[in-house]
């Protein structure tokens, strides 16, 4: 399976991005979202189910941030409301065969390249 993340961009603070992640076939497990902040380690954002019913987010993106899926076009996607500052990172998204949700990027099997999230004041 290939990933390609899309999406990212230059937005202001209290601006909203929607990211995608296109899967190159069907993904079966848990999709996730990672971010790796300028100068920091990457860092877990989000996950869904493969039924796409079960939500999980990072404290820090909670409330804010919105994760989907679209089996239909091997798509998951990340709706990032009220930016702040502190969202500036390359934002992943990866796939876990298992269908236990983990919270460590060490327990996903496949990961896309990369998408840069820029936030200015």
């Known amino acids: 399976v290939q990933l390609q993340a899309s999406g990212g961009g230059l937005v202001q603070t209290g601006g909203s991005l929607r990211l995608s992640c296109t899967a190159s076939?069907?993904?079966?497990?848990?999709m996730g979202w990672f971010r790796r902040p300028p100068g920091k380690e990457r860092e877990f954002v989000a996950a869904?189910?493969?039924?796409?019913?079960?939500?999980y987010y990072a404290d820090s993106v909670k409330g804010r941030f919105t994760f989907s899926r679209a089996h239909a076009k091997n798509t998951v996607y990340l709706q990032m409301n009220a930016l702040k500052l502190e969202d500036t990172a390359i934002y992943y998204c990866?796939?876990?065969?298992?269908?236990?949700?983990?919270?460590?990027?060490?327990?996903?099997?496949?990961w896309g390249q990369g998408t840069l999230v820029t936030v200015s004041s």
């Open positions: 076939g069907r993904t079966f497990g848990i």
């Open positions: 869904i189910n493969w039924r796409g019913d079960r939500r």
């Open positions: 990866a796939e876990r065969l298992d269908n236990s949700v983990s919270r460590s990027y060490t327990e996903y099997d496949y």
